[in-house]
């Protein structure tokens, strides 16, 4: 089973001409088969973890460690962490100019499998998953990301889940601008995967209700750059009914 493990992470953005700490010391571990849930107000520097887990440029590291398996991610290129594994589905997924849906698939899951699925199965995979994700076959003709609305893209982060079938899947603010039709639809996907048992879930939101459609096993309150409460799904519902306010006061 693998193990994502952040460990004392700090990290910096340049705004501003000045260096800002963000992340102020983060640990956490995920495992294969675990689902957790990083909650936290806005600015407290949820998307920062993902994005620096992504190996986005903006992000210096500045010290700790994130490994998988004991390999470090760090080190590896943006490609290698996907090839390892690591799935990333963006708060503000990026374009992909000129490639379509369906190839952008095909080349992620031969990166990923280090071979190229068999032609007729993967077809029959795609189509069964995007009707079940409801979409319409043409989305597959599309360029990734290229004006695509907030629900499409969310629905196309879940489709590449289901067909890359990462170790560990981060996802930030998977449910943001999604209607409650959509929610429940994304939520499902994310469910199936889970149900296989596979995928070690790392669900960043600021909102408690995705959680009424996927149950984590472990809650976490983000807060000034780090991990300020750990819990089980009580603590999500105690969110719900208290909001932030007792940890932006307290820490952040
Ligand atoms: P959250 O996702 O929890 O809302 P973010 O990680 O987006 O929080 O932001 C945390 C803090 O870091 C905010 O103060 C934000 O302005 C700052 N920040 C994040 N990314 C950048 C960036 N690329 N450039 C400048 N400031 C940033
Ligand atoms: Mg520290
Ligand atoms: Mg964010």
Do not use: C
């Not at 493990?5 to 495992?31: C, F, M």
């Not at 076959?137 to 079938?165: M, T």
């Amino acid at each position: 089973m693998a193990t994502l493990e952040i460990r004392d992470l700090h990290v910096t953005v340049e705004a501003d001409n000045a260096t800002k700490e963000i992340l102020k010391g983060v640990d956490l571990t995920v495992k294969q088969g675990e689902t957790h849930a990083i909650m936290g107000p806005n600015g407290s520097g949820k998307s920062t973890l993902a994005y620096s887990l992504a190996g986005h440029p903006k992000y210096t590291i500045t010290s700790g460690s994130v490994t998988l398996d004991g390999e470090d991610v760090l080190e590896m290129e943006v490609d290698e962490r996907a090839r390892a594994g690591v799935f990333l589905a963006m708060q503000y997924p990026v374009e992909v100019p000129g490639v379509s849906v369906s190839n952008f698939l095909r080349t992620s899951a031969t990166a990923i499998r280090g071979e190229a699925p068999k032609l007729r199965t993967w077809v029959k995979e795609v189509k069964e998953t995007m009707e079940r994700l409801n979409m319409d076959p043409s989305f597959a003709e599309r360029n990734v990301n290229e004006g695509f609305s907030g629900g499409e893209k969310k629905r196309h982060e879940i489709l590449q889940l289901e067909l890359l079938k990462p170790k560990i899947a981060i996802l930030d603010e998977t449910d943001s601008g999604l209607d409650v039709d959509a929610l429940r639809i994304v939520s499902e996907g994310i469910n199936r995967v889970r149900e296989q048992g596979e995928v070690g879930t790392l669900l960043v939101t600021h909102y408690t209700r995705i959680l009424r459609y996927i149950k984590p096993d472990y809650v976490h309150v983000f807060a000034g750059g780090r991990i300020v409460e750990s819990g089980g799904a009580e603590l999500a519902d105690q969110l719900e009914n208290e909001g932030y306010d007792k940890y932006v006061k307290g820490g952040a």
